[in-house]
């Protein structure tokens, strides 16, 4: 008897009722093909960060139940304080904040840009420049937006030093 393959979408059904249960946020579910194979992977968070009990119990709770998506490898993990913006309510989470926006294509000569997120406007991503300017960008023109994090030196220094 052939095996059926889940798809992800059905996959992504049932990582977000777990994720309810557990009082978590499902950010994303992707399948992707990297050269060593099929990653399935599950990225959740909660407001105070993710624990890594809490990431363990999950990928418990989830892996007998997506045994049919054909995958190699699955992962449950936290999508990190830089993890890219894709829903209305990441936009609205984020606002106020800097963030770094890469476009498909050049705009103006450039690829990349820096700015604070004034939000969603429509189908438009909008951001405050460093010089004030407001920059519009259709949200299908964007490859990625995310929380720009900068290290100056103070947090690069070793809490303790090693002996």
Do not use: W
Not at 90 to 99: M, P, Q, S
Request: no cysteine; proline share 7%; aromatic share 6%.
């Amino acid at each position: 008897m052939p095996r059926h393959s889940m798809p992800v979408k059905e996959a992504r059904e049932i990582a977000q009722r777990i994720a309810q249960e557990m009082q978590v946020e499902l950010v994303d579910v992707e399948l992707v093909k990297e050269p060593t194979g099929h990653f399935l992977r599950f990225y959740i968070d909660k407001p105070d960060g993710i624990s890594l009990n809490e990431l363990e119990a999950y990928h418990r709770r989830i892996l007998p139940l997506v045994e049919r998506v054909e995958y190699d490898y699955m992962e449950v993990s936290s999508p990190g304080a830089d993890r890219p913006l894709k829903t209305e309510a990441d936009f609205e989470k984020a606002r106020g904040t800097e963030v770094e926006l890469k476009t498909y294509k050049n705009v103006n000569g450039a690829k990349r840009f820096t700015g604070v997120l004034e939000g969603l406007e429509g189908d438009e991503i909008v951001i405050t420049a460093p010089n004030g300017e407001p920059l519009r960008f259709e949200r299908k023109a964007v490859a990625m937006v995310r929380p720009l994090i900068e290290f100056d030196e103070d947090d690069l220094k070793d809490d303790a030093p090693m002996e």
